[in-house]
């Protein structure tokens, strides 16, 4: 009898553990706030401008059921500790309190801008912040909606590109519902990213930064697309709260006008 009592309550603990959420950690890193990590720093040294966001979009490598989550952000040259946090209190999102460091590796891409981390079996809506050292200065970003639960990334097979009547190579694309800029990168042959920045608008003209908000390369003054050398405008959709809506690539080589 004192077996059966043993195992009904092994049955009852598993079945509670897995209607459990796996996707916050609850061991180890987990008992790390954001909270934690801002104390250490001086108020002046804290700077609450890192770009990032996240999307589960069906096309990204690795796809599981659900599509797992990928996490991007902008860490410039000479950052390091890069650190992902997450909370499932939606009412508190602006509370650092609130934010748990979850275990996720970042890879840094071949372009040389983008750190990506990847999180799977996520199946609540949530925020996520990222930080990054840089110097003496933490970097957080905003709050960014992790929509999961409710919302699927799509795809953009509608970008275009050509010489327009104003004597500039312009790209144009749709406009993504419920987007409110997009951040666009483009890459040469080898993968290096030549601009990065954003915009509120559906068309950017090389190199005209008139209708940009963000430029991840501010020290470009006038680059120079080559003649008959290939190139890759990636597109990404993004609202207000971090969450990728759409994202699309487009390939091109570049003709003489």
Known sequence: MRKLRYLFCFLM???VACQKDAAIDE???AAETLINQVADHQAERIQYTAFGFVGNHPS????TDGFPIHAYAVIPEGASEVRYFETDSLQFRDSLRAYRRQHVRFERLGD???VRALRENIRRDRFVRM???LDDSLFITPAITLRAASLNSAKMDDIESGWNSEGYYAFNWRSVPGSDRYFIVL????GDALIALTTERTSFQWYDLRSVALNFFPAL???QLVEGNPYTMSIYAITQRGWLTATGDHAFTLQSE
């Open 221 to 223: 003054r006038d680059p």
């Open 60 to 63: 990204f490598e690795r796809v």
């Open 112 to 114: 040389g801008l983008l």
């Open 13 to 15: 603990i598993t079945m």
């Open 187 to 190: 890459r040469d042959r080898s």
């Open 27 to 29: 061991g180890g890193l």
């Open 131 to 133: 930080t990054y050292r």
